[in-house]
């Protein structure tokens, strides 16, 4: 898979292109977001590493220009910024991932390769997973439910997706925030709970079930 880092910070910069070459990626970095949008165009990269303090144009509106320009490709946030409000700016913004500085480089790694190997399931059904009476189009990041396409931010796409991969299952909230949002413990937030509210808005109250006091499942 073909990598574009965005990060005005060389030495990250390097860091990032040296050990993701060195686990078999093909790798790009450019020092801010103008250039990166300019390099995708001419390397067709599959997957972005993205700054958001970046010179010139804002890591948030690099990811804009990056949904609207190329949907299909992930982009991972890596960030110094911390609080809940730019994550969610950057998830529901279409991000697939957001990762905050100081960071493991395991880490980093895994994550990209669980965005692969959802994008490589998603090619052999077609781009297409269905499930308790729903079709989820993976590249459209649409939802069907019966009435027609509706279409889904970065984070409800992804939340959606979760479950659907886990459909039989009862998932935590905790889960969730550790899978969906990236966090690895916010006991006093409910973004879950918002979001899964906002969720069953578009695709039917009864398709998400609550189980109490464990989490969230998807209706058989």
């Known amino acids: 898979m073909r990598i574009l880092v965005i990060e005005d910070e060389p030495r990250i910069a390097q860091f990032l292109s040296s050990g993701l070459e060195g686990e078999g990626f093909s790798v ?32 948030l509106d690099v990811l804009e220009r990056l949904r609207q320009e190329h949907p299909d490709i992930g982009v991972l946030i890596l960030s110094a910024r911390r609080d809940i409000a730019t994550r969610l700016a950057g998830l529901r913004g279409g ?19 669980i965005h692969q190997r959802a994008r490589t399931a998603s090619a052999a059904d077609g781009g297409v997973v269905q499930a308790a009476g729903l079709v989820l189009d993976v590249h ?42 990236g966090f690895s413990h916010q006991p006093n937030t409910n ?9 069953r808005q578009k695709v039917g109250a009864d398709r998400i079930e609550t189980v109490r006091a464990a989490g969230y499942r998807l209706a058989d």
């Open 28 to 59: 790009d970095a450019v020092p801010d977001g103008e250039a990166g949008l300019a390099r995708i165009a001419r390397t067709n990269a599959e997957f972005v590493i993205l700054d958001l303090a970046l010179p010139g144009m804002d890591g």
């Open 95 to 113: 991000a697939c991932d957001y990762l905050t500085k100081p960071f493991s480089f395991d880490e980093l790694v895994e994550r990209i390769r």
């Open 140 to 181: 459209a990041r649409t939802v069907d439910g019966g009435t027609g396409p509706v279409q889904l931010t970065g984070l409800e796409f992804r939340l959606l997706d979760y479950l659907i991969r886990h459909r039989g299952s009862t998932v935590s909230r905790q889960r969730l925030l550790s899978a969906v949002w």
């Open 191 to 199: 973004v879950v709970d918002v979001s899964v509210r906002r969720l």
